[in-house]
């Protein structure tokens, strides 16, 4: 497996602020990174359990809601 160093897996996911390094099978993001402003909430597409990095403070929040309606909260 080649050295991917400093490769950056974050992409955009269709919403500007939120960026997603890794989904599942069915589309939904499980790891992704969002500034402190738009951490999303009620809104579509993240796996239950997805953990988002805050890209402001670094702060790790995780889903509790569902893949319809996210809510993440801070771990």
Do not use: Q, R, W
Not at 8 to 21: C, E, S
Not at 29 to 56: D, M, Q, R, W
């Amino acid at each position: 497996m080649a050295n991917k160093s400093g490769t950056n897996y974050f992409t955009d996911n269709g919403d500007a602020n939120v960026k997603t390094a890794l989904t599942n099978e069915n589309g939904d993001a499980i790891i992704v990174s969002a500034p402190s402003a738009n951490i999303p909430s009620a809104k579509a597409g993240y796996a239950i359990g997805c953990l988002l990095i805050n890209s402001t403070s670094g702060s790790p929040y995780v889903n509790i809601g569902t893949t319809a309606s996210c809510t993440f909260a801070l771990v």
